[in-house]
């Protein structure tokens, strides 16, 4: 598969101005933004997302998840997204909610929100 250009990835994380900095020059918020650059230059079949808005401010937090949503509408890529956050789950064509390591909850959205619909 064509890897995405490094420039453009770190565009879509809100860093292509610093694209010719080093990790100790970058805050923590944005090595994590770098992370989650270098998933999506890939263009993997699978993005598996931990948190990816767990230790960012609110307009970074939307910034990254329309990064994702841009490549899972674009290139296909399957993305699981774990979250704390609930109001993310509206992105989601399907939401499984887990307890002490088992599925308690499953919930399909017919029409899944946009990354500027919600509130957190």
């Known amino acids: 598969m064509d890897p995405l250009d490094p420039a453009e990835a770190l565009r879509l994380v809100g860093l292509g101005e610093r694209l010719d900095h080093f990790p100790s020059q970058l805050s923590g918020g944005e090595q994590q933004r770098v992370a989650i650059a270098r998933a999506i230059a890939k263009r993997p079949d699978i993005l598996l997302c931990d948190e990816p808005t767990g230790s960012l401010d609110y307009e970074t937090g939307k910034r990254i998840l329309e990064a994702l949503e841009q490549v899972n509408r674009e ?9 704390h956050n609930a109001a993310i789950g509206s992105l989601a064509d399907r939401v499984l909610r887990m ?3 088992r599925i308690v909850h499953e919930q399909r959205n ?4 946009t990354p500027a619909d919600i509130e957190w």
């Open 99 to 101: 307890r002490d390591g």
């Open 75 to 83: 290139t296909g890529t399957l993305t699981v997204l774990v979250t």
């Open 110 to 113: 017919a029409k899944r929100a």
